[in-house]
């Protein structure tokens, strides 16, 4: 079984080399999810690659993010880049890439968690579309992954350490569309790890603790999974170095039989290196929140009692070299190197007296490490670009006179919607049948709407249906298929074989625009609702409103497959611009009318099917605020 460690830039790529990393995934300076690491160059990624293999590494290099339209081009040139400088695969999220790295450039593909595969439905489907690696999204359970390895020949991909999103990953557009930085292109500002009030509740309420799941080495490896993965690319070498060291003397201990699999060093290193608190994550445990703090501290010494500068009563195993910090409550004080052996030891600047939490944030193997770093050579190449042609032709879709889908959740809304709708899209719930005959005495297209996760997909026995993953993709393939937004279409490529898809609420008007001048299918826009921000396994958030530091209000709702949806503060309106949408020659407008009041749904649905602009005050009134989104800004 592979360990697989992060690079995010070329010291940490030294430290994995050093700590005997089996693979290292990396990523260049676009198409990757962590903009905001130091990143490779092109001719640094083709040295990284040539010192990999000289020692038998594998490299495999993230081009994670969603494509526009615009782009794919770029995108086609920089796979053509992979492979000349031997790239081992190519991590990617947007299934448009799939064809261009599979067909054109003949590049391995592995396939994001991004892409948010948690079902063997959606595994089969990247065996079938020939991917050689699924990187399984991390809300699994250690029987979940089992049941996908035991349906599938494909390799398998775990994280096993590091971050772990507080949203499925790829369904995450809380930094987007609160903060402009997309975490699809790689932006993300992580506002998880800010205060939020819920209720009486208040704190870190959307942080989680890291992985650490070496304990679940025997299992995964019992399962045949492929590769172990350590999240971090945006982490220091030491970080990268320690915990790959780590989870490869675990293997090798696991292999022996001896236990345990960790030794207390060991985990002193990895703590030291980076810490905010760790768990078993959904892999071994049922809640993996740590809301006490969003931060790495290292390791906590204890709590200790300072006087005239002096701090007593730390523990005797610090030596010369390792590092402290002390911190009061959540206010970080001051930090300061250990100049001698022992317990006792002058604070180097001025305090007043009192308690302090004590943490270790350096340890003296460090500067070993960074030595060892400064001694490995890796030797930048020189690489010539190339450019290759991307055969796609443009599409003259024409104006038309859009229809109107309405997102539904009861019957009483359906009611009140189905004379300005052509078409229904009701929530998976118990009344499912008697919405589907009074849609079909309407002359109304019914399409049940699948739940936006689902580790067991329901089963729909006929008709259409409206699909929100991958996996629900694959499972009915064979079916006039309607696609979610949450399928994240960004480009042509991106949606085969669907009778209608609707865009990313990420892309602006001129993105849609050239998406709609060369993508075959049907499309449509969603034009009214609360967009879905988050979708969440944390058990332990309440359904309410969650107030975010400036007091802007995201409603929480947790859905009968007992998962979170936080949506936005503000109800997307479109209606201004539903003649500029219909000269694009998009198919279809979505308004989204679930859990709202039937008054409300029907003045919606009312003015959509009128074109009439002057309900827009009134819709304000009734919902609060409204915005265009991403329609006028877009993401970077």
Known sequence: MEVLAPAGSIEAF?????????????????????????????????????????????????????????????ALDYLWFLKDVH????????????????????????ASTQMGIHTPEGARWAQESGLERVILARELTLEQ???????????????????????????????????????????????????????????????????????????????GVAAVKIEGRMRSPAYVHYTTKAYKQALVRAERGESPLVTEREKELMWVAYNRGYSGGYLLCADPVGRANPESRGLFLGEVLIREGRLRGVDERLKIGDGLTL??????????????????MRIPFRLLDGKYQVYKTKDREFEQLDRAIDETALKPLTVRASHHELNIRSRARGERRMELSAYVSSMKTLARVLPF??????????????????CGDAGKEFVPLLPRVSP???????????????????????????????????????????????????????????????????????????????????????????????????????????YAHVLNSAELLLLDFVEELEGMGIDSLGLDL??????????????????????????????????????LRGVK
């Open 14 to 74: 030294k430290a994995a080399l050093l700590a005997g990393a089996d693979a290292i995934y990396l990523g260049g300076k676009r198409f990757g999810a962590r903009r905001f690491a130091q990143n490779f160059s092109n001719e640094e990624l083709a040295g990284a690659i040539a010192l990999a293999h000289e020692s038998g590494v594998k490299v495999y290099v993230t081009v994670n993010t969603l494509v526009k339209q615009s782009e794919l081009g770029d």
């Open 87 to 110: 790239a081992d695969a190519a991590i990617v999220q947007d299934r448009g890439l799939i064809p261009l790295a599979r067909d054109e450039v003949g590049i391995p593909i592995h």
């Open 145 to 223: 992954v089992g049941a996908i390895a035991s349906s599938v020949d494909i390799g398998l991909e775990v994280f096993v350490h590091g971050a772990l999103c507080y949203c499925f990953s790829g369904q995450c557009l809380l930094s987007s569309v609160v903060g402009g930085r997309s975490g699809n292109r790689g932006m993300c500002a992580q506002p998880c790890r800010k205060r939020y009030r819920l209720g009486q509740e208040s704190g870190y309420l959307l942080s989680t603790s890291d992985l650490f799941c070496i304990d679940a080495l025997p299992g995964l490896k019992k399962l």
């Open 327 to 344: 911190y009061r409550g959540d206010e970080k004080v001051g930090g300061f190197g250990v100049q001698k052996d022992g317990s006792e």
């Open 421 to 438: 709708v052509d078409r229904v899209y009701y929530e998976w719930a118990e009344r499912l049948e008697e919405a589907r005959g009074l």
């Open 456 to 562: 067991i997909i329901p089963e729909v026995d006929q008709g259409p249906v409206m699909v929100c993953s991958t996996d629900q993709a694959a499972r009915y393939h064979d079916r006039r298929l309607f696609g979610h937004y949450s399928m994240n279409l960004f480009n042509s490529l991106a949606a085969p074989g669907f009778y209608q898809c609707t865009a990313s609420v990420e892309l602006s008007k001129n993105d849609l625009r050239e998406l709609a001048s060369y993508y075959p299918g049907r499309l449509e826009v969603l034009a009214f609702g609360r967009i879905e921000l988050m979708i969440t396994k944390d058990p332990g958030i309440r359904q309410g409103s969650l107030i975010d530091e400036r007091g802007a209000s995201f409603p929480v709702y947790r859905d009968p497959q007992g």
């Open 594 to 631: 679930r859990r709202k009041n039937p008054d409300l749904a029907g003045l919606v649905a009312s003015a959509f099917a009128a074109r009439d602009v002057s309900k827009k005050s009134a819709i304000k009134r009734k919902v609060g605020a409204i915005t265009a989104g991403h329609y």
